[in-house]
């Protein structure tokens, strides 16, 4: 009787076995069979049941033939949003998602997920900071509040945690005390994608190859048949209709010079310090790269009375005081008052305008604020990249 229960159960145990086998690679043929559905070759299937989450594959078809021209770890999911996302050029893109997944491992074992990691690549975080991150020992947990600002620099996370302020304030601070001239330059930044807040100034550039997208000539009368008058569709918008509420005054508002480019602003810059010292230069003209000129916001306004003679600077102006007090209305703030230059690290200039939109103009008239003051209450709207 023992021998047959024995039995019984062996054979028991091998009818299990083998349903959970059936199961097994019913489920496995199951989901190769959506993968085959999906688009997939049955080596691609292969390779993406082995090395990766299957849904996303599931839900986004990915040209995987198309990243096999190079070596690469087979990470295609995130080689092709890491592409889409950044602009990388695909071999870039191959070893940028290679080296992350080096250190992706550290990253786990404080608590980053995937998803997580995925999130901060498609932001274009460099592998200098995954790096720094993992070695910081900071989990996710405690790092999540400083990752999601504008202005987080990896490598002052350490720093971030044991000071006791607020995030926004926390990495202003520590990361970017600079924007305040008052205090010394340390670091150099780039804008990663240009707005209508962007700063730009000594420590705060934009590359050299960008030119806005958007950039119109200006419907106003120009100092000069040369002078250079395109900007950006919105600013150029807000000029105009400015300029018409002020000839209704009686006054004549005229563009002295718009839109410069890289090259552009390479040239009156080396102008200037061929008639000047380096000093003095500099505190004239902004160092190519760091113009609001080339950002296509930045105009330097002045006024027929100025061009007939009648005035010698457009400061002695009545068009210029007008401006002072109306040109918040249309999404303008005088950049550089006489009264901030130790903030915004250039002299008076009451000629230079900055488009920053009517919400954030109109805060900063009524608080009496520049730029670098707005950003320091508001933080970053753009991504901003540690340049060394």
Not at 90 to 98: A, R
Not at 351 to 374: D, F, P
Request: proline fraction near 2%; charged fraction near 25%.
């Amino acid at each position: 009787m023992r021998k047959i229960n024995k039995k019984k159960a062996r054979r028991n145990r091998a009818i299990l076995v083998g349903i959970v086998v059936v199961l097994c690679v019913g489920v496995l043929n199951h989901t190769r069979l959506q993968l085959w559905h999906a688009g997939y070759t049955f080596d691609q299937q292969t390779v993406i049941l082995q090395s990766e989450d299957v849904s996303h594959y599931l839900d986004t078809k990915i040209d995987m033939d198309a990243w096999d021209t190079k070596k690469n770890q087979q990470h295609y999911y995130d080689y092709a949003t890491v592409h889409q996302q950044t602009g990388l050029s695909k071999t870039k893109t191959i070893s940028y998602v290679d080296d992350v997944y080096q250190v992706y491992p550290s990253l786990q074992k404080l608590g980053y997920s995937i998803d997580n990691v995925r999130s901060l690549m498609k932001q274009n975080m460099s592998i200098k900071e995954f790096k720094a991150l993992a070695s910081s020992k900071v989990s996710f947990t405690t790092a999540k509040q400083y990752l999601k600002i504008n202005g987080f620099m990896a490598q002052d996370l350490k720093k971030y945690v044991a000071s006791r302020k607020k995030p926004l304030a926390t990495i202003l601070s520590i990361s970017h005390a600079q924007i305040n001239s008052k205090n010394k330059m340390t670091r150099t930044y780039r804008i990663a994608n240009p707005s209508y807040l962007t700063l730009v100034k000594d420590g705060y550039g934009i590359s050299k190859n960008y030119v806005p997208n958007d950039l119109v000539t200006v419907n106003v009368a120009t100092a000069s048949a040369d002078t250079p008058n395109k900007m950006r569709k919105a600013a150029a918008t807000a000029l105009e209709k400015m300029a018409k509420a002020a000839k209704k005054k009686g006054l004549e508002l005229v563009i002295n010079s718009a839109y410069r480019s890289y090259t552009q602003q390479e040239e009156l810059y080396n102008e200037y310090h061929a008639m000047y010292d380096t000093e003095t230069a500099d505190s004239l003209v902004a160092k190519p790269g760091y113009s609001e000129h080339q950002l296509g916001l930045g105009v330097d306004m002045t006024s027929q009375s100025v061009v007939d003679g009648k005035y010698s600077t457009f400061g002695e102006t009545k068009e210029y005081q007008w401006m002072k007090k109306n040109a918040y209305k249309y999404g303008f703030i005088l950049r550089y008052p006489s009264s901030k230059t130790s903030i915004t690290g250039t002299s008076n200039e009451p000629w230079h305008y900055r488009y920053v939109g009517k919400k954030a103009a109109k805060e900063c008239y009524i608080n009496n604020w520049t730029l670098e003051e707005y950003i320091l209450h508001h933080g970053f709207d753009t991504k901003i990249i540690y340049a060394e």
